[in-house]
């Protein structure tokens, strides 16, 4: 249970805070990057004992602290000091700061909440965000968690903090699914599993047996749609994250490729190989005649939707080498959009709309992003093979697989898109095809 609390609903658990509230105008990212921000311990009323598994209410209120130093730490755009090298507020401070206290580390901005126990085992989290020269409060808001959700708390008050700062959508409260690698190269072991934005909460889905790939979210975070080989039999399957079961889609004797959702998650993008020829098709979520989307001699491979539904952007080798290419979601008006020498594969639509992101083979494998009309070519990454990008929530960052000269060992990597602030997310193992899902409701 995540539930968000009005604001009358916990204006009583500390005391008030002043009324006026100043605002920021975001001209640029300059104007923000550097910004220091203060994380103290978050405040209890009692230190008792909870069900979660950071312990008491006070070592709780620490390690909500910790969380969104690093979510803010981890995205490149501000400069946060967590709660080891910070006093721990009282209470009774927590709407009331002594903002002196915190001009005098030089913090210019300053979060601070509380943590105390709610209805049952639930426990109620509160976070506030001040700005210190101005000594004024500019966002605020609380939760009712069930003690497994503590860390959803941290994320969605990092999301309160980005948001309002940075003008920006917010992204931490999310989840990502990713293929899971063991084994030699030669016999590489490929898992399903999922993880919270940070790494957090990892679980595998499938066992092994079957080689699992190009895994998505479903829009409500019910179920994931992946392709899975089984002694060579190709087949689309839907887990229910809610009942660990999962349902077959669809199975074929010719191979298949690339499952991918639609924006209201009523169809599902696929590619299939027949005769040497591969074409797009797309079917009901539910289950149904597929329809297909693309007839040409060669190879093409579904990318994604359009954030609005109307157009896929996808793959296609009909020019006589991998280029982007996009439609309209009925299959009509096909265009060309890459025309800047290489390849171009594995495109992926920005949730913002106005970019696309892919993979621009020339020598290396780069992460690029252009626009859906071709053009503003950038490369956000320089590695030797980095490959299969998928979009954060808010349309800032992308992550993406990075494979080892030699080893062909993969690993997960995000990038904003200036291309400068760039960082591996640890997985238990190797892992590939990750997949980035909405912000979670």
Known sequence: MFVLLPAAAFAQEVPPAPASEAAIEVLDESDWQDLGIAIPAFATNADVPTATSAGSTGALGYSLAQVITANLKNNGL??????DSLPRPAFEEVRTPTFDTWSGRSAEMLVQGFVRPGDGSQLLVGCYLYDVALKQQLASAAWQVAPGDWRRAAHKCADMVYARLSGESPF?????????????KDRRVKRLAIMDSDGANHRYL??????ALTPRYSPDYKSILYLSYFNGQPRIYIYDLESSTQRLLLQGQNPLFA?????????VLYSMAIAGNTDIYKMPASGGAPIRL???????IGGSFSPDGSRIVFESDRSGSQQVYVMNADGSGQKRISFFGGRAATPEWSPRGDQIAFT???GNFRIAVMDPAGQGLRYLTDSWQDEAPTWAPNGRII????????SGKASLWQVDLTGRNERQLQTPVAGSDPAWGPLRP
């Open 259 to 267: 499952p991918r959702w639609s924006p209201d998650g009523k169809w």
């Open 399 to 406: 992550q993406f697989f990075r494979s080892e000269r030699g």
């Open 172 to 184: 931490f409260d999310s989840r990502i699914a990713y293929i899971a690698e063991t084994g030699p």
């Open 294 to 300: 693309t007839d040409t001699p060669g190879i093409d």
């Open 206 to 211: 499938t066992t092994g047996q079957a080689t």
């Open 78 to 83: 501000f400069k946060p000091v967590g709660p």
């Open 360 to 362: 621009h083979v020339a």
